[in-house]
């Protein structure tokens, strides 16, 4: 197997040299799951530990989709000096520091001290992202890419089922009334030091391995240095990021709040039986991305985006105007169709960018921090109304990922090629 540069040189990589790299960046996706998803567990554990409202609560996803936002851009241009390799190490030191910073966060019992430990790690995650996405898209034939990215991104959702197994078994464990805050607040830091031995454990592995650096020969062959402004003139990536961003503050914002709202509608259920409604909604995400990935061998990627984004539409209005535990499940199923949109907007946005691809991947990583917009908005609107009347939040965002599926993805022409 081969990748080709600008010139047409060919750059021999076999399928024994993609094997490896391969699959330790696959665990990249699995890995960063338990950063992400662990939150849906902390909003409620430190809502209660620290007697919040729905809307400081969800400063959490502010303070860690933030930490996203803000390091994107600094990682794709650092990465355009030293890298993906350089750059994945990088991320996985961040993301380690930010994760052991939980134990002085615990003993200190400040809030914003955890906040500012999930910024830190944030910042990691960043790094990993602008980098893992599009080594992923472009490790193999071009048409192939979004089914490609969906297949490793299945393995970040079989994370995101993991995790909240993981945080009922090891975070909620002293919720009842009059636990001392302190003892709720100290059960987090068993799971965030094992969080940081892991990725140092997979910096020590990506350290001894060789990474196919596959977009090197653009700049050593003389060719124009990217530019962020004529990234942006690239129409579908303007609109891919903003589909993102829509993306991801629905995905953030309805799983940080599925538990408050089986509790809303179920009164006296336990955090420990709401968080089974998260579990369930994490595997109908991992079903999803893996029929995905097969269903996109015989529907267009932009096709079946725009079928999944009606899907979210529909589970969403069963959330606000259906009776009993049925909103509930209407939830549970978003998990279903939330599945594809991430990988899939991303392959989308970046396709046909060529040397702007890590500017591009950046951007629309750093639509990330549309999980700090969004589930603040829902909190707001909940602490005003109710936590159910904060669902009309997403369906907004359904929409516009609905038409990006149908016409923004489409790639037209690309000015700033001209101008390269």
């Not at 409202?53 to 355009?80: C, H, K, N, V």
């Not at 420990?272 to 996109?296: N, P, Q």
């Not at 535990?325 to 989308?348: E, K, Q, R």
């Amino acid at each position: 197997m081969t990748t080709t540069s600008k010139t047409g040189r060919s750059i021999p990589l076999t399928e024994r040299q993609y094997l490896l790299p391969l699959v330790l960046i696959t665990s990249l996706f699995f890995l960063w799951a338990f950063g992400v998803n662990l939150n849906d567990i902390l909003i409620p554990h430190f809502k209660k530990a620290f007697q919040l409202t729905d809307l400081q609560s969800s400063l959490i996803q502010a303070a860690f989709f933030g930490g996203y936002f803000l390091a994107a851009l600094p990682a794709g241009w650092l990465m355009e000096r030293i890298g993906y390799k350089k750059g994945i190490l990088t991320g996985l030191v961040i993301c380690a520091t930010g994760a052991l910073l939980f134990i002085p966060a615990a003993s200190s019992l400040l809030y914003v001290f955890f906040l500012f430990a999930l910024f830190v790690m944030a910042c990691g995650q960043s790094f990993l992202e602008v980098a893992a996405n599009p080594y992923v898209t472009i490790l193999g034939p071009p048409e192939s890419s979004e089914r490609r990215l969906n297949l490793a991104q299945s393995f970040n959702s079989v994370g995101a089922v993991v995790t909240p197994y993981i945080g009922a078994a090891f975070i909620l464990t002293n919720t009842a009334a009059g636990a001392a805050a302190a003892d709720e607040v100290k059960t987090v830091i068993g799971p965030y030091v094992v969080i940081a031995g892991v990725f140092l454990l997979v910096a020590v592995l990506i350290l001894l391995t060789r990474l196919p650096e596959t977009e090197r020969e653009v700049k050593e062959e003389g060719g124009a240095h990217p530019k962020l402004a004529d990234a942006w003139r690239h129409p579908h990536l303007a609109k891919g990021v903003i589909a993102q961003f829509a993306y991801v503050g629905a995905q953030v914002g309805v799983g940080s709040f599925i538990i408050r709202f089986a509790e809303y509608l179920t009164p006296g259920t336990s955090d420990k039986v709401a968080a089974d409604y998260l579990k369930y909604h994490w595997i109908g995400f991992m079903i999803g991305r893996f029929a995905g990935s097969f269903l996109m061998k015989y529907i267009q990627p932009s096709r079946l985006l725009s079928l999944f984004a009606g899907g979210a539409f529909l589970c969403a209005c069963l959330a606000l105007v259906a009776s009993g535990t049925l909103p509930i499940w209407g939830l549970v199923m978003i998990g279903f169709f939330h599945s594809i949109m991430f990988p899939t907007i991303f392959a989308l946005g970046i396709k046909g960018l060529g040397q702007y691809t890590k500017l591009g991947s950046s951007l629309l990583v750093m639509a990330i921090i549309g999980g700090a917009v969004f589930p603040a908005l829902m909190g707001y609107v909940s602490d005003l109304t109710s936590i159910r009347t904060a669902f009309a939040v997403p369906l907004f965002c359904y929409l516009y990922i609905w038409y990006f599926a149908a016409r923004g993805s489409h790639q037209g022409s690309h000015p700033a090629a001209e101008i390269a």
